[in-house]
């Protein structure tokens, strides 16, 4: 199998789904959390380089969904619905939320942060493994 050999559309349409569920999660849901637990004002937050943050999230998204495409293609058999889906939370369950768990213990950040974000990856890894299901 080629590691090209994806079904490019679910790879785009799954890394916006999941760009969508951090500008939500990260904007009415749990925003102001958010900033109080890095401790970063909305000024501060205006200052950045918005088009270089969303730009490379944006990257991000499209490698973890290109990964997540490729993952599912290597399989010999074709999973169900429910299988990719349960797959790619389990990535975020298993993977993503130890090792930002880890990094949060050993730099002393708050729990609030880690269940703040650990959340968002459960939900953009879930968004993802919903899009690839039904696309793919």
């Not at 969508?20 to 205006?46: D, F, H, N, S």
Request: glycine residues 12%; hydrophobic residues 55%.
């Amino acid at each position: 199998m080629n590691i090209f050999d994806v079904n490019w559309i679910a790879v785009v349409v799954a890394a916006l789904a999941g760009f969508l569920v951090g500008g939500i999660w990260y904007g009415p849901i749990m925003g102001k959390k958010w900033m109080g637990a890095v401790g970063l004002t909305e000024e501060q937050i205006k200052e950045g380089s918005i088009g270089k943050i969303y730009g490379g999230a944006f990257a991000f998204s499209l490698v973890a969904s290109w990964t997540l495409a490729h993952t599912f293609a290597t399989y010999a058999v074709d999973l169900n619905f429910a299988t990719k889906v349960l797959t790619a939370f389990s990535i975020a369950l298993g993977f993503i939320i130890p090792a930002i768990g880890t990094n949060y213990l050993f730099s002393q950040k708050n729990k609030a942060l880690f269940f703040i974000d650990a959340g968002y990856w459960l939900i953009f890894y879930t968004a993802m493994g919903v899009v690839h299901a039904w696309l793919g």
